[in-house]
């Protein structure tokens, strides 16, 4: 399958990631990630060139991974730098290295041919960084293609049927889908789904979690596709009239990473500007993300994906398209865009 790589994947959240080296599938590609007695990170190839043997089983020696099998020992650019067999160090002996850069609580890797450019990774998630926010965050391995992961975060209608515990009490999913404004903004690089309840009930969450008892509220959920598989989620409520950013605010990160055509990291974080000393609104908040994630959203990727067969494009199977499909059939058009034009050149 062919991948957008002149931009930023996210990796593995920083504490996984430890001088005993991770093994990672990325873009169908074996990687290694471990940290050198310094604290930064790194990535390599998880293949030795020698027997093809995962340097991931090996360990770190003064810094050097050290393949399992062999001996053979490669330094953080990839060169290997010891043979413990004779003196001189076969010269066909290195493995691919990947910029990482350590930003908004997440490793990201680089996996393309031009140099990595930090630039390129959206600010979106500057929260992570803001003192008046605190989060909470999971990761687990969905066996779908990633587009897939993409197309249900862009279209929420699916969110009365799927998720009851963001339900509002007393209106139906029917009602609750009326109620809802929605604006589509197609840009270059980014496409936003807008969906707002003006002057409507709050869901359960922001009453039982976050303590609100107004009895109507403006809500938002506003989901901001960057390519190639990221998701800035927008989310909060507001008292009527009252500045969006005094009221419940919850921004959030979804980070999808290809693992293979039909695997992918699903690395998510949501955060909330209320309760911030608070630890069990930690580990409510938590379970309620882990319980949508894992025990809905993820079993119906996976078993539309299993009805799929082998296919990873969704258009290709001449879809019904429902007006609720403009957010993500946009962003897979733009990501298709921009991965013919990285072949092109």
């Not at 190839?45 to 340097?55: Q, S, T, W, Y």
């Not at 160090?89 to 350590?102: E, F, G, I, Q």
């Amino acid at each position: 399958m062919t991948y957008l790589r002149n931009c930023w994947y996210a990796a593995a959240w920083p504490h996984e990631v430890s001088e005993a080296p991770l093994a990672r599938k990325l873009l169908g590609h074996h990687v290694v990630l471990y940290r050198t007695t310094d604290g930064v990170a790194h990535a390599l190839e998880d293949r030795c060139p020698h027997r093809f043997a995962p340097l991931s089983m090996g360990r770190l020696i003064d810094d050097q991974l050290q393949c399992p099998y062999h001996g053979l020992r490669f330094d953080t650019d990839g060169a290997c730098v010891y043979n413990p067999h004779y003196d001189a160090l076969p010269r066909a002996a290195k493995v691919a290295s990947y910029p990482l850069l350590d930003r908004y609580g997440m490793l990201w890797i680089w996996m393309g041919d031009e140099p990595a450019d930090p630039a390129k990774l959206p600010d979106d998630f500057a929260f992570f960084d803001d003192p008046g926010f605190k989060a909470v965050s999971g990761y687990l391995m969905v066996e779908a293609n990633y587009q897939l992961i993409v197309d249900n975060l862009l279209d929420l209608t699916h969110a009365p049927y799927l998720h009851p515990a963001f339900a509002i009490p007393g209106i139906s999913a029917g009602e609750r889908l009326k109620l809802t404004t929605t604006e589509l903004v197609r840009l270059p690089q980014r496409v936003i789904a807008r969906r707002w309840r003006k002057n409507c009930p709050p869901n359960g969450p922001t009453r039982t979690l976050f303590g609100f008892t107004d009895a109507v509220m403006d809500s938002r959920s506003h989901m901001h596709w960057l390519p190639p598989s990221l998701i800035y989620f927008d989310a909060g409520a507001s008292r009527i009239n009252e500045a969006e950013e005094l009221g419940l605010c919850l921004p959030a990160m979804h980070a999808i990473t290809p693992a293979t055509e039909h695997s992918s990291h699903y690395f998510f974080a949501q955060a909330r500007n209320r309760l911030l000393d608070d630890a069990k609104t930690d580990e409510t908040l938590l379970a309620v993300l882990v319980n949508a994630f894992v025990n809905e959203d993820e079993p119906m990727i996976e078993a539309q994906q299993a009805r799929m067969g082998g296919e990873t494009d969704v258009l290709a199977l001449d879809p019904v398209l429902l007006k609720s499909d403009a957010a993500p059939v946009s962003a897979r058009r733009i990501l298709a865009q921009m991965i013919d034009a990285e072949q092109a050149g």
